[in-house]
């Protein structure tokens, strides 16, 4: 018989909650360390259990609290964020970004999907266990940094600084969602990141096109031809180098992969495309999930006026697969731009520090083999698919190197939820199934055949 903590949960008054929290805006990138310290101290008061605080880094401060009792269990250190992203054009948001609205069978609100929600997730868990156990399945730490929209850029410093106090055997992310909302998913992988901008630069001033046109080189035909470069026409990225280190697919994983339900005309209608695109000799669901991408996020110069503007700029981000170095790729990028010809003009390349390679987790780990379980309590009769996070969570690669514990994903956010875009919503079903999961998780982590071994941590 499967122990369960009672469903009963009150899901309006738990709405309700959750509006409180996400009525904060705290938007990593502008808002002041006064907000952000009043969303940190909202999950503070969440975790009076665990004797929580808030604790000040160079940036936005992090949340830490642990519940601790049985020196022989493992320990698992569950890790969020409480910063948004900004809001973009008000005009087309549906409803206030930050007032949580129930429309219909969806909660809609800047923060509501990523990640305060799926955190709210495993705070109500772990208050059903005090509440009607008296105490938690294994001993827990837990980590919520407000940082994580912008880089992470001062979770590094703080992790490695804390890295005995953090010590545990797994890392488990209420950030990362899901594939889609038709099926349960876990992700075995999350791409890595290098980004960089390129600058083109001409005359010492913006000229007049009629005065000075067709006398001087134009930086934006310049940066236009540049940018070409970095792709063949047929989609494959033409940087020498760039696909260094990566093994060919196996038969095995496109078979895999074949047996994925995906509809490319379904994929490309929704995004209102007139066609799909990319490197050939792969499939859209491969080029997803197993291949490398350079994409231009950017450029900028002039305007809809009459001008030879003096400098053009273009922004690059390249997500990254297992077996790629992010050196390696950021150096054979900036190599190839440096060698474009540019008459008339200078070329700058500006490579951004932060580099995150790509998280890897095997499908025979114990929290995976835990979680594929816990999500089919949870969804009988559905298969579980082993997916891919085609985005950055710079966060992974940190834990494994600082703390030598690995992260699983197990978000209840999904991918469709307009993360990061205006409208922002979560499916109000998620927040029982997942309290359901996470509680069935920690059970299975915690004893029976998908126990988590414990390890000797650095303070043992």
Same mark, same amino acid.
């Given at each position: 018989?499967?122990?369960?903590?009672?469903?009963?949960?009150?899901?309006?008054?738990?709405?309700?909650?959750?509006?409180?929290?996400?009525?904060?805006?705290?938007?990593?990138?502008?808002?002041?360390? %006064?907000?952000?310290? @009043?969303? $940190?101290?909202? !999950? /503070?008061?969440?975790? &009076?259990? *665990?004797?929580?605080?808030?604790?000040?880094?160079?940036?936005?401060?992090?949340?830490?609290?642990?519940?601790?009792?049985?020196?022989?269990?493992?320990?698992?250190?569950?890790?969020?964020?409480?910063?948004?992203?900004?809001?973009?054009?008000?005009?087309?948001?549906?409803?206030?970004?930050?007032?949580?609205?129930?429309?219909?069978?969806?909660?809609?609100?800047?923060?509501?999907?990523?990640?305060?929600?799926?955190?709210?997730?495993?705070?109500?868990?772990?208050?059903?266990?005090?509440?009607?156990?008296?105490?938690?399945?294994?001993?827990?730490?837990?980590?919520?940094?407000?940082?994580?929209?912008?880089?992470?850029?001062?979770?590094?410093?703080?992790?490695? %600084?804390?890295?005995? @106090?953090? $010590?545990?055997? !797994? /890392?488990?992310?209420? &950030?990362? *969602?899901?594939?889609?909302?038709?099926?349960?998913?876990?992700?075995?992988?999350?791409?890595?990141?290098?980004?960089?901008?390129?600058?083109?630069?001409?005359?010492?001033?913006?000229?007049?096109?009629?005065?000075?046109?067709?006398?001087?080189?134009?930086?934006?035909?310049?940066?236009?031809?540049?940018?070409?470069?970095?792709?063949?026409?047929?989609?494959?990225?033409?940087?020498?180098?760039?696909?260094?280190?990566?093994?060919?697919?196996?038969?095995?994983?496109?078979?895999?992969?074949?047996?994925?339900?995906?509809?490319?005309?379904?994929?490309?209608?929704?995004?209102?495309?007139?066609?799909?695109?990319?490197?050939?000799?792969?499939?859209?669901?491969?080029?997803?999930?197993?291949?490398?991408?350079?994409?231009?996020?950017?450029?900028?110069?002039?305007?809809?006026?009459?001008?030879?503007?003096?400098?053009?700029?273009?922004?690059?981000?390249?997500?990254?697969?297992?077996?790629?170095?992010?050196?390696?790729?950021?150096?054979?990028?900036?190599?190839?731009?440096?060698?474009?010809?540019?008459?008339?003009?200078?070329?700058?390349?500006?490579?951004?520090?932060?580099?995150?390679?790509?998280?890897?987790?095997?499908?025979?780990?114990?929290?995976?083999?835990?979680?594929?379980?816990?999500?089919?309590?949870?969804?009988?009769?559905?298969?579980?698919?082993?997916?891919?996070?085609?985005?950055?969570?710079?966060?992974?690669?940190?834990?494994?190197?600082?703390?030598?514990?690995?992260?699983?994903?197990?978000?209840?956010?999904?991918?469709?939820?307009?993360?990061?875009?205006?409208?922002?919503?979560?499916?109000?079903?998620?927040?029982?199934?997942?309290?359901?999961?996470?509680?069935?998780?920690?059970?299975?982590?915690?004893?029976?055949?998908?126990?988590?071994?414990?390890?000797?941590?650095?303070?043992?």
């Amino acid at each position: 018989m499967v122990a369960m903590l009672s469903t009963n949960h009150d899901t309006q008054a738990h709405l309700a909650e959750l509006a409180e929290y996400v009525a904060i805006p705290s938007i990593s990138r502008d808002a002041s360390l %006064e907000t952000m310290t @009043e969303a $940190a101290n909202w !999950l /503070v008061g969440q975790l &009076d259990f *665990a004797d929580a605080y808030v604790d000040a880094t160079a940036g936005h401060p992090v949340v830490r609290g642990q519940w601790i009792q049985d020196p022989s269990a493992p320990t698992i250190l569950v890790y969020g964020h409480y910063d948004v992203q900004p809001t973009g054009d008000l005009a087309e948001w549906i409803t206030p970004p930050f007032e949580l609205t129930i429309d219909g069978d969806v909660m809609r609100g800047r923060g509501c999907t990523d990640d305060k929600g799926p955190v709210f997730i495993v705070l109500k868990v772990a208050q059903a266990f005090m509440a009607q156990e008296g105490r938690l399945p294994l001993n827990i730490k837990f980590l919520f940094e407000g940082e994580e929209e912008i880089g992470s850029e001062h979770l590094e410093k703080y992790v490695r %600084e804390h890295a005995k @106090e953090l $010590a545990c055997d !797994l /890392v488990i992310s209420a &950030d990362g *969602a899901m594939w889609r909302p038709s099926e349960p998913s876990l992700s075995l992988m999350s791409k890595g990141l290098v980004t960089l901008s390129v600058e083109v630069h001409g005359a010492n001033d913006d000229l007049h096109s009629g005065r000075f046109g067709g006398t001087v080189a134009n930086p934006l035909h310049g940066l236009a031809q540049i940018i070409a470069s970095l792709h063949t026409p047929e989609g494959a990225v033409a940087v020498d180098g760039f696909y260094d280190g990566i093994k060919p697919l196996s038969d095995e994983r496109r078979r895999e992969l074949a047996e994925v339900s995906f509809d490319d005309e379904q994929w490309r209608g929704q995004l209102g495309v007139p066609e799909l695109f990319g490197e050939p000799g792969y499939s859209t669901i491969e080029r997803l999930w197993e291949r490398p991408t350079l994409e231009v996020n950017g450029m900028e110069g002039g305007g809809k006026y009459t001008v030879i503007p003096h400098v053009a700029a273009a922004h690059i981000s390249c997500r990254l697969v297992p077996g790629q170095d992010p050196a390696h790729v950021l150096a054979a990028v900036v190599a190839h731009l440096e060698r474009q010809s540019a008459p008339g003009l200078t070329v700058k390349v500006l490579p951004d520090e932060a580099m995150v390679p790509a998280y890897t987790i095997s499908a025979d780990h114990p929290a995976i083999r835990a979680a594929t379980e816990a999500l089919a309590r949870t969804y009988p009769g559905e298969k579980v698919l082993l997916a891919c996070i085609a985005g950055t969570l710079p966060a992974t690669a940190l834990f494994e190197s600082a703390l030598g514990a690995k992260t699983l994903f197990f978000s209840f956010s999904t991918s469709d939820e307009k993360l990061h875009a205006p409208n922002e919503f979560m499916r109000i079903r998620r927040l029982g199934e997942g309290m359901q999961a996470w509680e069935q998780l920690w059970r299975l982590l915690a004893d029976g055949p998908h126990r988590l071994e414990k390890v000797t941590f650095f303070n043992d």
